[in-house]
């Protein structure tokens, strides 16, 4: 697959280097930031971004109470993909406010990953 999605292309540069991606937790319940899809009806959408500083600058209004955590890519590989894909979860990439976000399919984006990571 040809990645010709600039924002997809620096998100993958950037966790290719850290080997992380980040996603949003509540400090209390320990639950993660799942959204609603701009796209789908009744699909359930989990933002990850490329930076810690991507993913603290969301930790307001309603969501500060969460913290950015990171997710290894072995563990994204090893642990999310089945979990999410039971849920049938969209990924969210840099997801922004407003809906200024590209949503993958789970299959697809994990698949961008297993590229990136380091054996």
Known sequence: MTDTNPPTA????????????WA??????EGWV????INFENT?????WSSLELAKSHCIDE???YVPKPISLA????????DLAEDNVLIGVEWRDGG???????????QMVAKLEFL
Request: hydrophobic share 45%; no cysteine; proline share 2%.
């Open 10 to 21: 620096d998100f993958m540069a950037q966790v290719k280097t850290t080997q992380k991606l």
């Open 24 to 29: 949003l937790q509540d400090q209390a319940s």
């Open 34 to 37: 799942v959204l609603d899809s």
């Open 44 to 48: 359930d959408v989990m933002p990850l």
């Open 63 to 65: 969501w500060q109470d």
């Open 75 to 82: 563990d994204w590989l090893e642990f999310w993909v089945e």
């Open 100 to 110: 200024e976000y590209l949503e993958l399919e789970l299959a697809e984006f994990s």
